[in-house]
């Protein structure tokens, strides 16, 4: 069993809920970073983007390759206006 079979959107939760030193959380977005392999492609996490969207409501907005690491943009529930006043 690999890890997209049975398991991607899963453990995007759990890392949701254990955000670690790489993640961000942002007004509008969680960015969480896996590290790439075989199993784990920028392809792969875009062909899995429905299913993770109607089983756990979790909405993929961005996949970015980076050196070894394939990062994930996962949309808040609730989007915020950010003021550029306020920044």
Request: charged share 20%; proline share 3%.
């Amino acid at each position: 069993m690999t890890f997209f079979r049975n398991t991607l959107c899963a453990k995007l939760v759990l890392l949701l809920a254990n955000m670690g030193d790489d993640d961000v959380l942002t007004p509008n977005a969680a960015l969480l970073k896996f590290q790439g392999s075989a199993h784990l492609t920028v392809d792969q996490v875009l062909r899995r983007r429905l299913e993770c969207l109607t089983t756990r409501g979790l909405s993929l907005i961005g996949v970015q390759p980076e050196a070894g690491d394939v990062s994930l943009s996962i949309a808040q529930p609730h989007r915020e206006v950010v003021s550029l006043q306020l920044l």
